[in-house]
Structures are given as structure tokens and as C-alpha cells.
């Protein structure tokens, strides 16, 4: 009895789990509807829907090298911050006072390189893909007090390098009610596509 009541709440774990995650999972079919005076859902729900277009239309294989760069970076810094908590337990200050000023310095030292690399490197980055050994960068960016969207395009097609940059009003993508125009940001992407990929692929 025992082991069946063990693998009977195995089970309803698992389809716990299943469910939560199910919840998670974003219906395409709805319409997807922001603030439209709120710049960063503005921001994050068109980079979704584009990032969402160039995999299921486009079959483009997402990557995810520079946000995993990022996570490495404040790995590192956490190892650092455990650390000298870990040995400040283990041997009390003052015992401890030269490793927390090491690890402290080392920690305060990554997160500076952070946001180096968030501001100079990441820069907005919101999808990394690949199709057929060609790669492709897209990165957005909404300046403060404006309703301006600004996308840059990099891409990689047989070692050519090829950038392009535009910007537009965010209500090229947007209704009076907030929703996102699914057919707007589709032509938005076809024409990424066509720019970096699709016309130097021929």
C-alpha cells in the first residue's frame, strides 16, 4: 500500500508540473495587447512577436549565446558573493577580512563588466538564430519620452557581414487598443528577412 500511495503522488506530482507548465505557455492564436504608454511591454510584446515569426515561419533555430554569456557573467559573481559568505561563517571576521575584501572587490568588479557587457555587447538583443549555417542578430530599442522604435538587424551569410537599421513609430504595430497587428509585425519580418538573409542567400 505504501509504494502505491508513493507512486499514486508521483503521479499527481508529475501532472501538477504539467499543468503549470501548460499554464505558462503562450496561446499565438489570442491577440496580444499591451499599454500602449507603457515603452518596455510595447518593446518586449513586438520583439516576441517577431522573435515568435522568425522561428515558426522562417524555421530559423534560436541561439542563445549572448544572454548565456550573460548569465555566465553573474554566475561568476554569485560564486564569488557565496564565497566569502561561506568563509565568513566557516572563520569570523577579522579571521575572514582578506577574503571579503577579495571576493567583495571581485564581485563589484563582474558587475561593472555586467552592464559593460549589457550596454555595449547584449545592446537590447531580444533573438540569435541560425538557418543553414547563416546566423542573424536582431536588437530594438525605444529611447525614453518617444514612441519611437528603433530595430538594428546583423546578419552572417557565408562569412558577409550585413547590418540594417531603421526606426518607426511603435503605432506602425499597434492599434487605438493596445494590440499588437500580427500581419504588420509578419511584414516587418519578411522584410528582415529578405535584407539580411533571404537576398544574399541567392
Request: charged fraction near 25%.
Amino acid at each position: 500500500q505504501w509504494y502505491q500511495r508513493r507512486v499514486s503522488s508521483g503521479i499527481n506530482a508529475e501532472y501538477g508540473v504539467k499543468k503549470i507548465v501548460e499554464s505558462w505557455k503562450v496561446d499565438d492564436s489570442k491577440p496580444v495587447v499591451v499599454e500602449k504608454y507603457d515603452k518596455v511591454a510595447v518593446k518586449n510584446g513586438i520583439d516576441d512577436m517577431l522573435r515568435s515569426t522568425f522561428t515558426s515561419k522562417y524555421n530559423m533555430t534560436e541561439t542563445f549565446k549572448t544572454r548565456d554569456t550573460r548569465l555566465l557573467i553573474c554566475f561568476v559573481a554569485c560564486l564569488f558573493s557565496g564565497f566569502g559568505c561561506l568563509y565568513d561563517f566557516l572563520h569570523p571576521f577579522p579571521e575572514s577580512k582578506m577574503i571579503l575584501a577579495i571576493c567583495s572587490l571581485s564581485y563589484f568588479t563582474i558587475t561593472g563588466l555586467l552592464y559593460v557587457w549589457e550596454w555595449f555587447v547584449e545592446k537590447g538583443t531580444f533573438f540569435e538564430g541560425t538557418l543553414n549555417g547563416n546566423a542573424i542578430k536582431l536588437s530594438s530599442y525605444i529611447p525614453r519620452y518617444s514612441g519611437n522604435y528603433t530595430i538594428t538587424g546583423e546578419s552572417t551569410v557565408d562569412g558577409t557581414k550585413q547590418e540594417i537599421k531603421y526606426t518607426k513609430c511603435i503605432s506602425t504595430w499597434l492599434d487605438e487598443s493596445g494590440t499588437i497587428l500580427p500581419d504588420k509585425v509578419a511584414k516587418e519580418a519578411e522584410l528582415l528577412h529578405q535584407s539580411l538573409l533571404k537576398a544574399k542567400s541567392q
